[in-house]
């Protein structure tokens, strides 16, 4: 069996392997040998899901392994990835899983798991429940199987919990804002806690049918929110991923402002309150120069990770860091929550419109990036383009190029099959020569 565990949990497209019904339920059992604590008669999980018409299956299939293995489960329905963190802690739950493929379309699904604190579980950990699903698990004895139970309030929790992250002596009035929740696990929460917040709210993407997650709408296209913003004369556009746990923000004009600026605005305003712990910011290797530039100029430091935002979180917590996050809008707070959310986050920048009484335009551009240029190229399984004679010699030569000019990063995406090719440099010329030359020599490696 091929490595099971990506950068985020377990993904694939639902009922092709590794994401069939046997394999979740071979998971589940696994997993719930591994948090099950010998010697304590209480053993409890929580699963949340957002709203892929293959959640159903999967929290089905999850529930009978994790039941053999004689965990109670308590079944949150559609609820945002951070709120099964946050709910697995408070809870005293031994584990949380979350059913989503964040904000791949509705014919993927995934599976990703918290440990007993609230966080993301780490690389040696899923390595050794990998080895449990390889090995198969023994079940408990028939009068030790676990039991599975409904939890009406769960979003209710989450909500309460998002609002307590907001200043407590501001109020949204006045404020009107378009949600889009990409017809997911948010569907619901976002718009309620904004409208409990006094805010007008403009939703969209709160329609979901099983099949319409991340359709068109959502913090990757947030196209359908931007034109509803300056549709309905909105102050701010706020556009959340499936799961929730990533954000996209617009403008008052819908002009879109990507995780590097948010991260820059909220590391400097923090800094220059006392609050940045460690006084630098925690992003990934994908993040722009030009963010790193600005960080420089306001005296704090950058801290750069894998691509992920569990490894965003596991430098946070090595370091006593408080913020960190992902140029694609995962945005870590570990004041407020284990994981990134989209809804804090969006809330967090609401403040700061508040409280400087500026327009969104204004605060959201902070810094001016360099040019930076991404392209990906898919490959069939089993194959290793990078491996390639011709593409070692095409990314030493875009290096070369790019010497003392800008930076490039080549790397595998951990949740589909592609090849990620990324380039910076302010000489545009040099940026597009160096990454189609290598983009052409991967092409050429797949076709062979």
Known sequence: ???????????????????????????GAAV?????????????????????????????ALTAGLTSMGMNVLLLGPVPTPAVGLLTRSMRADLGVMISASHNHAHDNGIKFFGPDGFKLSDAVEAEIE????????????????????????RFR?????KSSFPRQLRLDGLKVVVDCANGAAHRVAPEAL?????????VGTAPNGHNINDGCGSTAPQTAAEAVVAHGADVGICL?????????????????????FMGLMAARWAAEGRLKGNALVATVMSNLGLERFLQGHGVGLERTGVGDRYVVERMRSGGFNLGGEQSGHIVMTDYATTGDGLMAGLQFLSELIETGKKASEVLHVFDPVPQLLKNVRFAAGQTPLEAGSVKVAIADAEAQLQGNGRLLIR??????????????????????????????????VAS
């Open 1 to 27: 069996m091929s490595k099971l565990f990506g950068t985020d949990g377990v993904r694939g497209t639902a009922n092709i392997s590794p994401m069939t019904a046997e394999m979740a339920l071979r998971i």
């Open 32 to 60: 719930g040998r591994y948090f099950r604590r010998d010697g304590d008669s209480v053993h409890r999980v929580v699963i949340g899901k957002d709203t892929r018409l293959s959640g159903y299956m999967f929290e089905n």
């Open 131 to 154: 080895a449990l699903v390889v090995d198969g698990v023994d079940a408990v004895p028939a009068g030790e199987i676990g039991r599975a139970k409904r939890i009406d309030d769960g």
């Open 158 to 162: 989450y909500v309460e919990r998002v």
């Open 195 to 203: 409208w409990e917040l006094g805010a007008t709210v403009i939703p």
């Open 241 to 261: 991923d499936g799961d929730a746990d990533r954000v996209i923000l617009l403008d008052e004009k819908g002009g879109i402002g990507n995780g590097d600026q």
């Open 412 to 445: 595998k995406s951990g949740t589909e099959p592609l090849i990620r090719v990324m380039a910076e440099s302010e000489d545009e010329a040099v940026l597009n020569a160096s990454v189609d030359q290598i983009v052409a020599a991967v092409e050429e490696a």
